[in-house]
């Protein structure tokens, strides 16, 4: 599959070719991400961090705008991660796997030494596990580079990554005399690559060509794609769709969920299926019965809005995050996997019916009448209730009390509960 990249130097989006020319920079950096994150992974790259151009606190001028974008897809990072402080720190605030380049290597590597800095990934892997790792093994000439390109260490592609394997769950592999050239990128040391590691391999460098996704996906690899998306010379669409594991089935079995993870339905889609998701943002799927394409809600009107897509680690079968615009089942239920004919009740699904109230209060709404002031009364009148409860039927009632009245005020001050389970989420990757 495809992950797309978003580099950042001064504060902008830019491609550079060889590492080193600017191509092209721009400055829509929340659209990129939101297309992006609907059709796979995101990596977000700090090229000025990576050139060493950091302030005391190991920021550089896109750190602002590289937290922004870290909860908002599924995103992977790197570019100068020097330390094991600063890799917890992007954990912690969202990123799902931390890139590492120089700093997993030993430049002064001689007969007997590791040719890795053992110490530094030792303590790394402790810290935040090996599945959140990945280990750059960019090459020139086939030898490792590092430093932003700038060097090349007397180790080889190879050796490199044997080597590196032990500390991560994914090679990021860029051929950098291919890198943004788009002229397809060094396949025989992609396959030499391939055949010496066990683990994920990650291409990035020239790739230019869904023939070429589609026989680097057969391989095994993943592709980090920049220079082509930005210039439309390949659709994230198109190379979705042909990732897809064609081979073995002719019919991909796509699962609906809500984006409160509540499982809706299960139909199956072919390529023509999933163009027509695409192109319209409503999930679509192919009839067995009539043999023919079928846009859920089509009739009723109960459409699927499209968030993202992912595929599993086979290829052979998708999970669609959906919004959901009515009933899911024929029944008239919110879901085809049970009977209730609204969601199952969630902090979110409650904090949705508040912002309805205030959106179109009704006659005789109390959510409309709760202004500032008052709701904040409310919140220490249940707080003090709740703690006085004595019984678990009480402390059931007065918590549910106390959570109407916090997701009000939340609501007042435009925080979701996705920004308090996100921090809560960042404190617990911090420890």
């Not at 594991?245 to 499982?263: F, G, L, Y």
Request: net charge negative.
């Amino acid at each position: 599959m495809v992950i797309a990249s978003i580099d950042l130097k001064d504060g902008h989006i830019v491609q550079l070719k060889n590492g080193k020319d600017l191509v092209l920079q721009r400055d829509d950096a929340d659209a990129l991400i939101k297309d992006f994150d609907r059709y796979g992974e995101v990596a977000v790259i700090d090229l000025d961090a990576a050139m060493g151009h950091v302030d005391a606190k190991g920021n550089t001028v896109n750190t602002p705008l590289l937290k922004s974008l870290l909860r908002k897809g599924n995103v992977r990072t790197g570019g100068g991660v020097r330390t094991v402080k600063r890799a917890r720190e992007l954990i912690s605030l969202g990123a799902e796997k931390v890139i590492i380049g120089s700093s997993a290597w030993n430049p002064d590597a001689h007969d007997g030494d590791s040719i890795l800095n053992t110490a530094f990934l030792d303590e790394l892997v402790q810290a935040i596990g090996k599945q959140r790792i990945i280990i750059s093994v960019d090459a020139i000439e086939g030898h490792i580079a590092v430093k932003g390109w700038t060097e090349t260490l007397a180790i080889s592609l190879i050796d490199g990554a044997k080597a590196a394997e032990k500390y991560c769950s994914e090679l990021l592999f860029t051929c950098v005399e291919k890198e943004g050239c788009m002229q397809g990128t060094d396949m025989v040391q992609v396959r030499a690559l391939r055949d010496a590691v066990s683990c994920k391999v990650v291409v990035a460098g020239g790739v230019s060509t869904i023939e070429e996704i589609t026989e680097l996906e057969h391989l095994g690899c993943d592709v980090q794609l920049g220079m082509a998306l930005y210039t439309g010379k390949v659709s994230l669409k198109d190379s979705f769709i042909a990732c897809l594991n064609w081979e073995k089935v002719d019919m991909i079995p796509v699962i609906a969920q809500s984006p409160h993870r509540q499982v809706l339905m299960m139909g199956y889609a072919n390529k023509e299926a999933f163009e027509k998701t695409f192109a319209t943002n409503k999930l679509t799927f192919w009839s067995r019965t009539r043999d023919v394409l079928w846009t859920k809600g089509e009739t009723s009107g109960h459409y699927l809005e499209v968030v993202k897509l992912r595929v599993d680690c086979d290829r052979d079968t998708v999970l669609a995050t959906v919004i959901p615009h009515g009933g899911v089942c024929h029944t008239g239920s919110f879901t085809c996997f049970g009977s209730d004919p609204d969601e199952t009740s969630s902090l979110e699904r409650l904090y949705g019916t508040i912002a309805e109230r205030f959106a179109n209060p009704r006659p005789g709404s109390y959510t409309a009448t709760l202004d500032h002031k008052r709701v904040r009364e409310k919140v220490e009148e249940e707080s003090e209730e709740l703690c006085e409860a004595e019984t678990k039927n009480d402390v059931i009632w007065e918590a549910a009390d106390l959570l109407y009245f916090v997701s009000v005020l939340m609501y007042k001050e435009g925080v979701s509960w996705k920004d308090v389970c996100d921090e809560l989420d960042r404190r617990h990757k911090e420890k």
